[in-house]
């Protein structure tokens, strides 16, 4: 079975600070991992996946598939960064279904 | 465009009642996915369509939980005798790509369901 996990519920960051939210998963084979974003009042929606390998609003996220972690850094956080991430894995392939974890709610203050 | 329109927003049930929600994917998208996100966790895939055939319903709770395309377009998913752990939001999803293009599925704004 696949399972992500994201340890920290709420993340508090002042303005300008680096930011970091873990993301850790559990699963046998090779799989995609990304990260979705939920601003206030809005849909989720992509940020990032580890296949591109790109950098979305200064967000970066590296697979460390040693550690089976996913996490999501960005070096100086901005005040509209605040929103809630979830973390989410597909098990590659034509696999269609993502399993999400629980989400960390990320709050910047200015 | 609109992007995935859902409805109602919100809906309010009476424990046993049944109830319908529907999605309107972007025009054009043959994939739809239903998710169940209950309140403080993340989104739990329900169910997949790709055009009028449902392909996966593996992540139906219950037969109580019942969804369906019948044109390939509009998704309806039903729920027959409301539970209160039933109460959370639903979201759908829709990809103009078949099976797996994450980085193309966008989701609707969710029916908020709460069962009383």
């Known amino acids: 079975a696949q399972r992500v996990t994201q340890p920290e519920k709420l993340l508090s960051v002042f303005k300008g600070a680096p930011v970091e939210l873990k993301c850790n998963y559990s699963?046998?084979?090779?799989?995609?991992l990304f990260w979705y974003v939920q601003y206030s009042r809005q849909r989720l929606q992509l940020l990032l996946r580890?296949?591109s390998r790109e950098s979305i609003k200064g967000f970066t996220a590296d697979l460390n598939k040693g550690e089976t972690s996913f996490h999501l850094k960005k070096p100086f956080a901005q005040e509209e960064d605040s929103a809630m991430y979830y973390c989410a894995l597909s098990s590659g392939g034509s696999n269609y279904k993502l399993t999400f974890g629980k989400g960390t709610l990320l709050t910047v203050n200015p | 465009g609109a992007g995935v329109s859902q409805s109602p927003r919100y809906k309010v049930a009476k424990r046993g009642q049944d109830v319908a929600l529907r999605c309107d994917p972007i025009?054009?998208?043959?994939?739809l996915f239903w998710y169940q996100q209950a309140l403080g966790q993340g989104p739990e895939f329900l169910t997949y369509?790709?055009?009028?055939?449902?392909?996966?319903k593996s992540g139906l709770p219950s037969d109580r939980f019942f969804a369906e395309r019948p044109e390939g377009s509009v998704s309806t998913l039903k729920i027959q005798r409301t539970q209160q752990e039933d109460s959370a939001v639903y979201l759908c999803?829709?990809?103009?790509?078949?099976?797996?293009?994450?980085?193309?599925?966008?989701f609707g704004s969710g029916t908020q369901l709460s069962v009383l």
């Open positions: 580890h296949i």
């Open positions: 369509f790709q055009n009028e055939a449902q392909l996966d």
């Open positions: 999803a829709s990809s103009s790509f078949p099976r797996a293009r994450h980085e193309k599925l966008f």
């Open positions: 699963y046998s084979g090779s799989p995609e």
């Open positions: 025009s054009g998208h043959v994939s």
